[in-house]
Structures are given as structure tokens and as C-alpha cells.
């Protein structure tokens, strides 16, 4: 079980579970699967991640010391929430209760599969 990125979003109505594979609008998300695929995995990594889009206006600018990059605030409810989601998961998952799960987008799908064959004829 894996807690995907909560900055610079507000709606807690937004909170999905997916394969980590299957998320979308998480920018931690994204930076996850691409070290991951390098490692040779693809799937069967529950992740708990939000749909709402990146609120811009959330970027906390750094003066650039501490070698510390510039990060988007969270609001203080939401990683309790994204927890809260978390514990549910594996309580279901222990329990063998039934956990739906987001699918993965049809276009996604199609945008990898597209890039498998790209890759492929690279090699």
C-alpha cells in the first residue's frame, strides 16, 4: 500500500485507490512508476492518490538554501484522509472484504501500449 501525493489539492472527495500503475493527475504518482519501471516492476502496488488537479497557486518558493527544492502546501485535513484511505485498504485487504479499485484509463492504456511498441523498435 502506497500513499501518493496530497499537495496543492483540497477535495478529499477526490481520494481514489488503483494500482499505482493506474493512477492519474499525482505527480508523485508519476515520478514513482517511472523508478519503478526501470526496476522491472509494472503493477501490484495499491496506491491511494487523488484525481483533483494541482492547484498552482499552492507552490511554496524556497530561497534555494538547505539544497531544498520548491514544494506544493498541503492543506491539513487531507493527508489524514489520504490515511484514513489507507487503513481501509489493508483492514479490507486483511479481512478479504472486497476492495473496488479505480480501472485504468482506456487512453492510458493505449498510451502504453503505443509507447511499448516504441521502445521495441528502439531495440
Same mark, same amino acid.
Do not use: H, W
Given at each position: 500500500?502506497?500513499?501518493?501525493?496530497?499537495?496543492?489539492?483540497?477535495?478529499?472527495?477526490?481520494?481514489?485507490?488503483?494500482?499505482?500503475?493506474?493512477?492519474?493527475?499525482?505527480?508523485?504518482?508519476? &515520478?514513482?512508476?517511472?523508478? #519503478?519501471?526501470?526496476?522491472?516492476?509494472?503493477?501490484?502496488?495499491?496506491?491511494?492518490?487523488?484525481?483533483?488537479?494541482?492547484?498552482?497557486?499552492?507552490?511554496?518558493?524556497?530561497?534555494?538554501?538547505?539544497?531544498?527544492?520548491?514544494?506544493?502546501?498541503?492543506?491539513?485535513?487531507?493527508?489524514?484522509?489520504?490515511?484514513?484511505?489507507?487503513?481501509?485498504?489493508?483492514?479490507?485487504? &486483511?479481512?478479504?472484504?472486497?476492495?473496488?479499485?479505480? /480501472?485504468? #484509463?482506456?487512453?492510458?492504456?493505449?498510451?502504453?501500449?503505443?509507447?511499448? /511498441?516504441?521502445?521495441?523498435?528502439?531495440?
Amino acid at each position: 500500500m502506497s500513499s501518493m501525493g496530497a499537495g496543492g489539492k483540497l477535495d478529499p472527495t477526490k481520494i481514489r485507490t488503483a494500482d499505482l500503475f493506474a493512477t492519474r493527475e499525482c505527480y508523485l504518482a508519476s &515520478l514513482v512508476r517511472k523508478r #519503478l519501471r526501470k526496476l522491472g516492476i509494472s503493477s501490484g502496488i495499491n496506491a491511494v492518490y487523488s484525481t483533483e488537479k494541482m492547484i498552482d497557486e499552492s507552490l511554496m518558493l524556497t530561497d534555494g538554501s538547505n539544497f531544498k527544492k520548491s514544494a506544493y502546501g498541503t492543506i491539513s485535513y487531507l493527508p489524514a484522509a489520504f490515511g484514513g484511505a489507507c487503513a481501509s485498504v489493508v483492514i479490507r485487504d &486483511l479481512l478479504s472484504y472486497p476492495i473496488e479499485m479505480e /480501472k485504468k #484509463l482506456k487512453a492510458l492504456t493505449l498510451r502504453e501500449n503505443k509507447q511499448k /511498441k516504441v521502445n521495441s523498435r528502439k531495440s
